[in-house]
């Protein structure tokens, strides 16, 4: 058996947006840019994607922008804000994707930014207190903080965020790439300033995203080079891969309540699964329904000498996960997650991150190899 559990990682396209995208491909290649009828019908293609995000999250079109994906689109959101906005202090959490980290980190190295971390607990919790303390102390504040974490599944309450913001006239950027279509977003009572979607976490083509721009601030571009999405990003559109994103998220709203009473039902048999069958087994981050992104559990197993062998007895098993971040794939450095909450690093853990393909078989086969994987440690 073959099993896919790195869904945090990468979907599989959904057979519906695969069928969009060909058929874009297939019937609709000119440049959007051109005006003659070629252009004209790709500019159609591509300004339909965008009524279509933001009618599902309450915006106006005139506030999408289509990029390469949620990595463009969070350095466009923090560095764009940064330098237009007269911001001079930066607040972030120490388990932020490495998107918004990086950048961060770069900004404040370069003395762009004072940088600032607010307190965590150990399942990743923001401590609101904290974050409110830090908007006191300073003026001109950007707030990044991540809507789910995406290796422990945390949530933070980012409409109790953009209200703190709000009152100290602070600007937001939420990385929701893990949310987006999983959880409805309303940009009318966020009070967040960015968002940020990847149509490849939704079950849509790789190399699109879009960022949402509120109406209330106005930023200069990231990338020049020509007039596109109305003069805040150039470079010929990716048209059928902004047609898939679009079909992507219509179809996770069209399917939304189905797909988590699933998706949940799966982590929560896994959940259970394992503690019945594997001892010492612990979980990193909430895992409360309520407090927690239904798609991603993180397994924390119990010491053992050939933990490092983990992921491969996994893979040679035909079980796919993540020890991690996928994007930092092809590294030794540990999850920089995992240390920000304090987790025994002596501990492996694996990130289990489901999707609507799954299913319950999957669940029973993974389980089971655990055990053995970890029955044969011990003995070992």
């Not at 370069?110 to 003026?139: C, P, Y």
């Not at 209200?163 to 790439?177: G, I, P, R, S």
């Amino acid at each position: 058996m073959r099993v896919y559990l790195d869904n945090a990682a990468t979907t599989p396209i959904d057979p519906e947006v695969l069928k969009e995208v060909c058929q874009v491909m297939e019937s609709c290649y000119g440049n959007p840019s051109s005006i003659h009828a070629f252009g004209r019908e790709a500019r159609t293609v591509v300004e339909k994607a965008r009524r279509t995000i933001a009618k599902l999250l309450h915006a106006s079109p005139s506030e999408i922008f289509f990029t390469s994906g949620g990595t463009e689109a969070d350095n466009m959101a923090i560095r764009c804000a940064v330098a237009d906005l007269g911001l001079t202090h930066a607040i972030t959490s120490e388990i932020e994707h490495h998107a918004v980290l990086h950048t961060l980190k770069a900004l404040e190295k370069a003395g762009t930014i004072k940088l600032s971390f607010v307190g965590l607990d150990a399942r990743g919790n923001i401590n609101l207190n904290h974050l409110e303390e830090l908007l006191q102390q300073n003026e001109r504040n950007l707030v990044s903080l991540m809507h789910a974490n995406n290796e422990i599944a945390t949530l933070t309450d980012i409409e109790k965020v953009g209200l703190l913001c709000e009152q100290y006239n602070a600007v937001f950027h939420t990385d929701t790439v893990q949310t987006m279509g999983h959880f409805p977003h309303d940009v009318t009572k966020l009070k967040a300033h960015f968002l940020v979607g990847a149509a490849h976490k939704l079950h849509g083509p790789k190399g699109v995203g879009f960022l949402y721009i509120s109406h209330r601030i106005k930023i200069k571009p990231l990338i020049y080079g020509g007039s596109q999405e109305r003069n805040m990003r150039g470079g010929t559109e990716n048209v059928y891969g902004i047609a898939g994103l679009a079909k992507a998220l219509q179809i996770a709203y069209d399917e939304m309540e189905t797909h988590k009473n699933h998706v949940l039902g799966l982590k929560t048999y896994m959940m259970e699964q394992l503690q019945d069958l594997v001892p010492g087994i612990q979980f990193n981050g909430e895992t409360d329904p309520e407090k927690s992104l239904y798609t991603v559990l993180n397994v924390s197993f119990p010491e053992m000498e050939m933990a490092e062998m983990l992921l491969f007895s996994l893979d040679i098993a035909g079980i796919a996960a993540s020890g991690g971040s996928a994007c930092s794939s092809g590294t030794d450095i540990g999850s920089h997650v995992l240390t920000g909450i304090g987790a025994n690093p002596a501990r492996p853990a694996i990130r289990f991150s489901f999707s609507k393909y799954n299913t319950r078989e999957e669940v029973d086969y993974t389980v089971f190899k655990l055990k053995e994987i970890c029955l044969n440690q011990v003995q070992a």
